[in-house]
């Protein structure tokens, strides 16, 4: 039959069990709430992938982004950058797309690039366009906007000044988006990393979340945060001491 998913004999469905690795890094992890540099040396620990995972921040943001005055949307450049080289798309046309190439853009383009999309193509991480190609973007709209690949002011992927905004993405910039339930999940590096510039990035991204809160937050803002490796259990770091530092 070949399904993993169990039927229990009240026919409610029981979901399968991590694996034995999974189970064996979790019980480092106690019920508690880390302070931020604890939970960063723990989760160094709990990585036990072949590959270099990815350590990844998640915050529950005391928002409702139902309301546009509450959403929680912007990029910041990690001092660390993520460990992970992005390949950067940019339209423009003109000298815009000489100036593009020299700041070390992987594709650039106009009317070319936005039909190859059309026709299936994405192999890049990051668009951006000049403000006179946006009538031509605005047709990728459906592609890109699913896909968080829409280029935007308010990231700075919108903008004349390629070069900073180019440079700035090859650095280690990082957009962060509340979802629908005011969660912010984003990359803050590698566990490769040491874990000093770990708590450096995870320290920027906490401290501009901070710098953004919207005026319209009741409550406690930063309501949960954790941190965890690409296939490891999440571990909790206790909000209060991460916002004195904001």
Known sequence: MGGITAITTKGERKMPKFGKKYQEVAKLIEDKLYDPQEAIELVKKTATAKFDESVELAVKLGVDPKHADQQVRGAVVLPHGTGKSKRVLVFAKGDKVKEAEAAGADFVGSDELVAKIQGGWADFDVAVATPDMMGTVGRLGK???????????????????????????????????????????????????????????????????????????????????????????????????VSAKG
């Not at 070069?163 to 999940?185: F, L, P, Q, S, V």
């Not at 406690?220 to 571990?235: C, E, L």
């Open 143 to 241: 592609i890109l906007g699913p896909r968080g690949l829409m280029p935007n002011p308010k990231v700075g992927t919108v903008t004349l000044d390629l070069t900073r905004a180019i440079n700035e993405i090859k650095a280690g910039k990082i957009e962060y988006r509340t979802d629908k339930a005011g969660n912010i999940h984003a990359p803050i590096g590698k566990v490769s990393f040491d874990a000093e510039k770990l708590l450096e990035n995870f320290q920027t991204l906490i401290d501009t979340l901070n710098k953004v809160k919207p005026a319209a937050a009741k409550g406690q803002y930063m309501r949960s945060i954790s941190v965890s490796a690409t296939m490891g259990p999440g571990i909790k770091v206790n909000p209060l001491k």
